[in-house]
Structure formats: C-alpha cells, structure tokens
C-alpha cells in the first residue's frame, strides 16, 4: 500500500490541506447497520481555521475522527480523506493507510484536542511524561531534549512555572489548564492539521476566550490548520474563517464565515442562528393560542423565599492542608416567583451556594433561612418536611438519574420518597402528565435514560424536579451541554413553566446571556463573595465591577464583526489588568 500519493494525480490544490471527498461512515449495531455521515464533501485551506456546526448526531465527530481514521471497528466507511503531508512531498489518503504508516500520520499530519482532558491524560503519569509519549513514539530518545521540548510547548500554551510543573499530575491542574495540556500533546510534533472536537464546551466563558486564543496560536505561530468542532455559534464567529454546517448526517451548507453568519442559505443553518442566546434578547413564551404569558403579580411583592446575611461555607483541610472557605459572608434573597441568576466562573462557589440552600451542603457561619427554616445548625429531622417544597435540576441528568431504572421510576422517585403514592404504578398517570407538560411523550415512561437524548433527558430532569409541585427551584448549570436549539427549547420550557406554576429559582449559570433571557436580577459571584447584585439590565448593560466587564467581554456574541470588536475590548481589559 503506497503511503503518498502519486505527483501525477493530485487530489489537492495547492492551498488545500485536507479533502474529505464522499465520505460516508456507517456502524454496525445490533439493530443492524446505521449510516452517521453520507456523502460528505469539504475542505480545510492551509492555514486556516474551518468551524464544523450541527446538533449532536449530526455526524461532526465522526467526520473528524475519520481524518485519522481514529474509528472503532464496528465502522465501515468509503470515499477519501486526502491530506497534505507536512514536508510539502506529496499527499497522504488518511483511509487507506494502516499500520505503522497510520501512526506516524496522526502527530506529525494531524493531531486531535479532545472535549474532556480528563479522559485523555493518564491520572497515574506526570503530564510532562504524557507529553514526552508522543515524541518517543515519534523516534525522540535524549532524555534532556525530550524535557527541554516538554517544557517549552507548556510555557507556549501559557502553563505558569512550566520548568517547575512539567512533573505533575493532571489533577494538580484546573480544568482550563489541562485543557492547555492536551492542546500541547496535540501541538509538541508540530502537525499541519489540529482537529479539535468540542475543546471550549465545558468551560467558563473567560477560560473559554484563552483556549481560543491558543487555537489562534497554533494557526498563526505554528502554522497549523485547524478543524474546530462546535455546537456554540458564537465561538464560530470569534474564530472561524470557514464554516460547515452538518445536520443528520449531510452538509447543509459551507462558505466562508460572513456568508454563513450574514447570509445563510439553508433553512436549517436560519434556525440554528436564531436559536443562538444573545444579550439584550428578550424570550417571550406564549399558550396555546399564541398569548403571551406574563406573571400575574410583581415577583417585589411577593414574600422573601430565601435569605442570606453573612452566609458563609468552608471545606475543612485535610492532610495538614488550611480549610478553605468556598463561600465567604455573602448576602442576597429570592422572592417567591423570582428567578435569580447566579453566575461566576467555575470555582466561585455557584453551585454551593445552591447545596446549600437545597440543604445538600452545611452552613459554617452566617445566617441562611430556606422557606422559614434557619439553616446554620439546622437538625435533618426539621428540614426533611421542607425538602418536599424544594427542587433540584443537575448539570448532568445522565450522572443523576439511575441508569438501571426506566424514565418513569426515576421521575417518580420523589413521589415516593415522600409518600405521596405507594408505588410507580400509583403514580404512572401522573409521571405521564409531568412529562407532557415538559413535552415529552407518555411512552418514554418506559425507556431507559440512556435512550434518550441529552436534551431530552434534562426535559425529564426537570420533569422530576417539578414532580412535589415545589415552591423553590435550584437549577445548577441546567442547559450548559446542549445544542443551542435543545436549549433554546429548555429555556422556553423553564419559562413558561416558571410562569405558571410561580415557584421562586436560582438559576446558576456562566452564560451571561442565558441568565439575561431568563433572571429577573443577576449576582455575580468571585472567588466565594458577590462582587455585583442588580436587575438584568442594570448589571448587563451598566456592570460596575471589573470582574463582571471581564465576563461579559468574554461571552462570543455570534456576529463575527461584533465579535472582532469584543475580542478587542477583552484584550484592552487583560492588559489594563496587568
């Protein structure tokens, strides 16, 4: 099997790096063989950036992972991927090699930055060793290079102390930070190609912004061409040059990142655009006749549901190290039908704050009354009547819901629990009445989380958050990991939810366009203490605090001109920061 291919039948242009010609990636399951990309025809220009968009199973991660033909075995695929070897001799077909020719393609050709560092680097191994592994595979054997080069590729993706912390651990490191990690390993061979496949989705805007940076590092500096796989528009417009819009399977439409954002063709690329979440961009919910539902009375007048003065939380050392105070004497309330945004980078202490009011998390000082119940010191025998009036929608439903037990019995659980039926089959009209209120058939009662897709899941998240008709609502990151047209649906299901059932929420979020769409008032957190507490437009549109500017500059807006100027004024603020 040749490893180039010949001079006389080239398959690219002499600005092309890769062509993904008529690919088509098929998976045999039980239930037969199912088609995930038919007929797929683009290309990555030399130097590049190329945005792939789409819904999840559309086929994005497929594609990627077919450039290095990094597949399972259950995959069958036909067409071509050509791609530009890096000494300019040639060109490689990604899908027909095998071996050990295989290998040295993926980390001299193409590198891939996957979503979760976390289930790249080995938690055993220093991460100075990790990243050594690809250049022994790659022939390096000098001990004292190999460190020089492990060092050097950390203190360009901006790890501090580099020297120094090439021989930790991967969890001595914050999220952003192995995320910089795993974009070394990807970089330390100098690839052509970078494929990055989520690289931004779980991280807080600020981080978010660096990580793209870096992306723009590995164009500009090192020269690479990078595939950047997303489902978030606006990091598309901060950093695309090409864009491919992927839905079931097919490419809907591809152009350079104007036409897409300014003149989209497709109905489908139209409707991804206008699901996105923007600043200033009311979501309005309507009934079943097309009536605008408002809330009946002022949320200022209702009474306080929640109270804190002084609230403090600390997590106790161990090991000789000093306890650290998560939450540091903050004060706020909620009204009963309020909704209240809490945002902040990961780490500010959002989302114990929230434990804390859902009595999942025990007070340390200060003063938190829940719906009447003081919760400094709070006996579990007196707040058990209350958790009947207080719900709880996870991050993550899939890690929340008991993958051995159907829809219906994890739905019903609560209902349960506080004996308001005996058993799932007492409660199945029930269960089938919740789930159509959030819009989801009566027969999913039956199936299993894992059938479900994840916005369907967290549709049935709430569902069971909402099963003891609460009066107060912690949601926790509750839309952070879907499309923005299954959030864009979410977001208008909690509304118009929220609206007529009336129960007071603290949403917690660092999206600070969700929050604007949905908050009546927004509180900033930082490092355990509120640095600005508001209404929406007031912190949105007139933020006092340096740290709020800093988020809300970081936010892509999707509209690449608009966000060139952002990117800009983000930039203005880090060095007036130094």
Known sequence: MSETVTAATPHLGKDELARIDDLSVSF?????????IDGVDFTIPKGKVVGVVGESGSGKSVTARSIIKLLPVTAATSGAVYLAR??????????????????RMRGDEAAMVFQEPGSVLNPVFTIGWQIEEGLRAHGLKDKKELRAKAVDILEKVGIPDAETRVDYYPHQFSGGQKQRIVIAMALVLNPGLILADEPTTA?????????????????DEFGASVLIITHNMGVVADIADQVVVMYRGHVVEQGDVEQIFYHPQAEYTQRLLAAVPRIGQQLTVRDDEGNALERLSDWR??????EAKGLTITYPGHLMQPDFVAVDGVDFTIHRSEVLGLVGESGSGKSTTGRAIAGLQKVSGGSLNVLGVEMNGVKERDFKPKRADIGFVFQDPGSSFDPLMTI?????????????????ADARDYVGDLLEMVQLPRTYMNRFPHELSGGQRQRASLARSLALKPSLLIADEPTSALDVSVQAKVLELFKKLQIEIGFACLFITHDLAVVDMLADRIMVMHQGRIVEHGDVDQVIERPENPYTRKLLASLPVPDPREQRAHREHLHALAAEAV
Do not use: W
């Open 408 to 424: 219906a019995e994890n739905v019903a659980e609560p209902l349960l629990v506080h004996h308001k039926y005996s058993s799932v």
């Open 203 to 219: 991280l807080d805007v600020t981080v978010q912004a660096e990580i793209l940076d870096l992306l723009r590092l590995a164009r």
């Open 301 to 306: 007048q209702e009474p306080v549901a929640v």
């Open 28 to 36: 045999m399951t039980d239930a037969g063989s199912i088609k995930a």
């Open 86 to 103: 890096r000494d300019g001799i040639g060109e490689l077909d990604a899908l027909a090699l095998s071996g050990e020719q295989l290998r």
